[in-house]
């Protein structure tokens, strides 16, 4: 089974819907993030998570909120959904220590179109 | 904040090494990270260097240069499936107090037969 897992793989929605999407991991990290990736661009951090009570806004938060509603759960929420949201999304976990160990793994990612 | 650049596409041929370079700008810096990411895919971690110098696995090989901001990933005996987009990342702050991961924008590599 995979450490990180994401769901929708795939989703269309329309303007102005809200939409959630999920990413869960077995691997016992307590850090987890949310980022998209545009055709051509890096990954952009749209917010992190350190733990369970810990939520923090990334480089492009604007338009999107989450949920970290354990250790192994966090969601991302577009609330309004708009069609410069079409992406490719992906979850990552980390571990909290030092040395590297903060390598961050990725989940399988969702495609998002919004028409 | 952080700036990382490095080349958009690069092509090389089947059996042949290859150096993809990386130059970053990131204060506190905590680390730089490679990352290979087949096209659709999630990025798979390939190395992290936080010291100076040479750290090898397998075909793979990457250089940190602290002081000059620069990095490379060398990839040797290249094999078709090594043809994928390979992202630099670095570990600084970037906003706020805690450190982030910054990735460039990705060089995309396309080995020949």
């Known amino acids: 089974d995979a450490d990180v897992t994401q769901t929708p793989r795939n989703r269309i929605t329309k303007t102005g819907k809200r939409i959630m999407l999920e990413c869960s991991q077995t691997?016992?990290?307590?850090?987890m993030y949310w980022y998209r990736q545009d055709p051509g661009l890096g990954l952009q951090l749209i917010y992190y998570s350190f733990d369970v009570k810990d939520i923090n806004k990334g480089e492009i938060s604007d338009g999107y909120s989450v949920s970290r509603q354990a250790q192994a759960k966090f969601s991302l929420s577009l609330e309004s959904a708009i069609p410069n949201q079409t992406a490719l999304y992906f979850c990552a976990t980390s571990d909290s220590g030092g040395g590297g160990s903060e390598t961050q793994y990725f989940g399988p990612g969702t495609r998002l179109l919004v028409l | 904040g952080q700036n990382i650049d490095q080349p958009t596409e690069m092509t090389a041929t089947e059996g042949a090494i290859v150096q993809i370079n990386c130059t970053y700008q990131?204060?506190?810096?905590?680390?730089l990270f490679w990352y290979q990411q087949h096209a659709g895919e999630a990025p798979t971690f390939l190395s992290y260097?936080?010291?100076?110098g040479l750290e090898e696995k397998g075909r793979f090989s990457s250089f940190l240069s602290r002081s000059k901001g620069y990095s490379y990933l060398l990839l040797k005996e290249l094999q078709m499936k090594d043809s994928a987009s390979y992202l630099c990342?670095?570990?600084?702050?970037?906003?706020?107090?805690?450190?982030?991961?910054?990735f460039g924008s990705g060089t995309q590599l396309t080995v020949l037969p």
């Open positions: 990342a670095v570990s600084g702050f970037s906003s706020g107090s805690a450190r982030q991961l910054t």
């Open positions: 691997k016992g990290h307590d850090r």
């Open positions: 260097n936080v010291l100076d």
């Open positions: 990131t204060s506190g810096f905590n680390g």
